[in-house]
């Protein structure tokens, strides 16, 4: 089966710093992908590049075997222009850590916006695709209300409803439960746990939460350095580390909770 996303040889530089290096990583279709690691070892650069909000210096990322990074033309890979990484980057969908949700409108017209004026769905469509997505996350009751009148873990179920209604392939979270109260962070993976389970969806997802990794993932990633230092399925990498640097890493914040 092919990889839905393939990062080959992927380097991306700030200056003189390398935040990923000469990365390698493929994932497959469905596949629900864990990253950990320290801060600043290119865990949220990973899926920055990938929804093109920052530019690669090497290499060539793949999604759904079509070049993200780079098109064909004349029979040779060149740089994709905008136009066409929109229309590749529409089969991904991100969360972010802190929602982004537009104030000035309630929940069920954020979810609509994204699908009218980029997918061309009419207000009917657009509306009736919002207010499935809403249930779904467990929002009927807040579609007519703004951001402001939502707590964190309502506006990032939210967030995901809107995600969801660009109807991704790939959905991405960075770090979603990073800004909200601990007594919240259960409603938010719940979602994503009910996503796993109901939807063929590919996730990455970067984060702190190692329970959660350790019972969600597929497969967990481990950063160090620009580079995927340790990987595995959950059991074994947790049980079984045979990185010392993820061993140290694990112990670190096992022992912090």
Do not use: W
């Amino acid at each position: 089966m092919d990889p839905i996303v393939s990062f080959q040889g992927v380097t991306k530089r700030y200056g003189y710093l390398s935040v990923l290096k000469e990365l390698d990583l493929d994932v497959a279709p469905n596949e629900k992908v864990a990253i950990i690691g320290p801060s600043g070892s290119g865990k949220s650069t990973l899926l920055r590049v990938l929804m093109t909000l920052e530019q690669i210096q090497e290499g060539i990322i793949y999604v759904d075997g079509q070049p993200l990074t780079h098109m064909e033309r004349n029979g040779a890979l060149v740089p994709a222009d905008e136009r066409y990484q929109r229309s590749v980057r529409g089969k991904i969908g991100m969360v972010f850590q802190n929602f982004n949700l537009f104030p000035h409108m309630t929940a069920l017209q954020n979810c609509m916006e994204a699908p009218m004026n980029v997918l061309g769905l009419s207000r009917q469509d657009a509306q009736a695709r919002a207010s499935e997505l809403l249930e779904m996350v467990g929002l009927a009751d807040k579609m007519q209300s703004r951001p402001n009148r939502l707590s964190g873990g309502q506006q990032q179920r939210v967030a995901i409803a809107r995600a969801l209604a660009m109807r991704p392939k790939v959905m991405l979270f960075d770090e979603v439960t990073s800004a909200l109260d601990p007594e919240l962070v259960g409603e938010v993976l719940n979602v994503i746990r009910k996503l796993g389970d109901e939807h063929n969806l590919t996730m990455l997802m970067v984060t702190h939460q190692m329970g959660f990794a350790r019972e969600f993932a597929d497969r967990v990633c481990f950063f160090y350095e620009g580079r995927i230092a340790e990987q595995g399925p959950p059991n074994e990498f947790f049980t079984d580390p045979k990185n010392e640097r993820t061993r140290a890493f694990l112990s670190a914040v096992l022992e912090a909770h």
